[in-house]
């Protein structure tokens, strides 16, 4: 990212980190997590103009505890120390960090020194979320305590010639009263930032710099899923590149209703890119056709929709580029952040093989790389794309086949598509369409007996399922109104074929999960 103020978060393993990166950039602050294993020469490179060193869960006490380069400390830039990153700071600086008689978890009412500029503004005191079993008992020379609690004498410290601050307590969560306070207090306090990180400024520079990678005569190819990262992807390099930018939809017969259509429409029209619509339906239909374990489904999908990218990318001649919606938690939860082996396939190119990723000389264009699911949203919502299509709630690749228990036909394909539609259309009438972040039917394999007029039926059980979460690693289930639930379960009998009962599904993830399969 050129031209903007970049904060560098060296991750420790916190389960945190990234949220305290989203905390950055809601102050409007450009940030970048890299691995604690980076050199000094590596975080230097990026000409930061603030460190944060995040929590962890080792203790600095342990031999092999992960470290930092003492020289992070001599840059000339500030540093926040943050949990692990405060108890690394005083044991890397000379202090004392201790294991505490007790550990110290939850809200805790924490004593600022207000005078300090990280807590300038504050109240005095305020309750902050406290997750540790060490301490430091001793600062190191040239620092002070700059916040305390009942059983804790440092709960912030602070060498502020040197600009280096540590706060025990995690301000990145909401837990913490003046969290959010706290890290703006850094960045525009004691780093000097100037709130640049705008999507504006994103937008100009994205576009620059794809058209630097691709080059004057570059072709790409994206493949398009419909979902708010590739087409916000999409958006980005038609500005770009204009029409050397090809896009590849697969509609493998899964799809919501009005799915297709609404692809065509918003890159038709209102961004008019080459699209290439493959209709692979009959494909799917007939290797899914008996199928009805769900692992096996999805593989089966995956592979097949690996076969029609491909041949779609043989056919178009003489493209160099391929581009994927990769956005920044796959970047963080995948090898390049944390380390580990293991490289999260993105479902929008379904895990392309080597092989055909290898067709593509030029490489990867990844333009949302470096944002967040709600900045990729604000970047949509900037270009100008449709509402319902930035806000859209998440789908499965698999899409409506893993909605769909045991076998698929055509006729449980109009069920599940049909009663999805309703209940869509209802909560958007009732407004609820943002505030509830995944909504959708599943149609069960349980047949049960009813009555309409009066004929005995007996048909399938069709089950609602509503959620509110922040990440989908754990959900509630949606306290959808009855009056709501009353009208979407009378009309789904009453027009959806096949279907004679409705329920609600009322478990959360875990044990659950979101999806029936
Ligand atoms: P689960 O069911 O695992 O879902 O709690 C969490 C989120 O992931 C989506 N999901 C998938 N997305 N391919 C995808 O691209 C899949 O096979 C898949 N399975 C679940 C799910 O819709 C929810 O948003």
Redesign the pocket.
Same mark, same amino acid.
């Given at each position: 990212m050129q031209n903007v103020q970049r904060i560098v978060i060296v991750d420790f393993g916190a389960q945190y980190t990234q949220l305290i990166a989203r905390r950055v950039r809601e102050a409007k602050v450009f940030c970048e997590v890299i691995p604690y294993t980076s050199t000094l020469e590596e975080i230097r490179s990026r000409e930061c103009v603030g460190i944060i060193l995040s929590g962890g869960p080792a203790s600095v006490l342990d031999e092999d505890a992960p470290r930092i380069d003492p020289g992070v400390y001599e840059l000339g830039v500030p540093v926040l120390g943050i949990c692990y990153g405060m108890q690394l700071t005083a044991y890397t600086l000379g202090g004392t960090v201790e294991r505490a008689a007790q550990r110290e978890y939850g809200r805790v009412p924490v004593t600022f020194d207000t005078r300090s500029p990280l807590f300038a503004g504050m109240k005095g005191e305020s309750i902050a979320w406290m997750s540790h079993t060490y301490h430091v008992t001793k600062a190191p020379e040239g620092f002070t305590s700059i916040a305390h609690s009942g059983n804790c004498a440092f709960c912030a410290m602070a060498n502020p010639e040197k600009r280096i601050y540590a706060v025990q307590f995690h301000p990145e969560v909401t837990h913490s009263e003046e969290g959010q306070k706290v890290l703006s207090n850094f960045l525009y306090n004691v780093c000097g930032c100037t709130g640049d990180w705008t999507m504006s400024a994103f937008i100009e520079n994205a576009v620059a710099a794809i058209r630097a990678q691709v080059g004057p005569q570059g072709k790409v190819l994206l493949g398009l899923s419909g979902g708010v990262d590739s087409s916000v992807a999409a958006a980005l390099i038609s500005r770009a590149i204009g029409e050397r930018l090809t896009c590849v939809y697969v509609d493998h017969g899964f799809m919501r209703k009005n799915e297709t259509e609404s692809v065509r429409e918003v890159f038709t029209k209102q961004f008019p890119v080459n699209l290439v619509i493959v209709d692979a339906k009959d494909r799917f239909l007939g290797k899914l056709s008996g199928v009805s374990d769900p692992e096996t489904k999805?593989k089966l999908i995956g592979g097949e929709f690996v076969y029609c990218f491909a041949d779609e990318a043989n056919r178009l001649q003489g493209i160099e580029f391929l581009a994927q919606g990769t956005i920044y938690p796959d970047v963080i939860e995948s090898g390049s952040v944390k380390g580990s082996a293991v490289i999260k396939s993105h479902?929008n190119v379904g895990g392309l093989p080597a092989d055909v990723k290898a067709k593509f000389t030029g490489g990867l264009v990844e333009p949302i790389r470096m944002l967040f699911k709600d900045e990729v949203r604000k970047v949509g919502e900037e270009l100008g794309m449709p509402r319902d299509m930035v806000w859209r709630?998440?789908?499965?690749?698999?899409g409506l086949a893993?909605r769909i228990m045991g076998d698929i036909t055509e006729d449980k394909l109009e069920t599940v598509r049909e009663s999805d539609a309703i209940l869509r259309e209802e909560v958007a009438l009732a407004g609820l369409d943002r505030d509830i972040?995944?909504y959708?039917t599943v149609l069960t394999n349980t047949r049960t007996v009813g009555v309409m007029g009066d004929e005995r039926t007996h048909d399938f059980v069709l089950a609602i399922r509503a959620v509110t979460t922040d990440d989908?690693?754990t +959900?509630d289930w949606a306290r959808l109104p009855y009056e709501l639930l009353a009208k979407v379960s009378a009309r789904i009998v009453n027009e959806v074929p096949r279907v004679n009962r409705v329920v609600y599904d009322i478990t959360t993830?875990p044990p659950?999960? +979101?999806?029936?399969e």
């Open positions: 999805r479902h709630q998440p789908f499965p690749g698999p893993i972040n995944q959708f989908f690693m +959900v993830k659950a999960t +979101v999806e029936w």
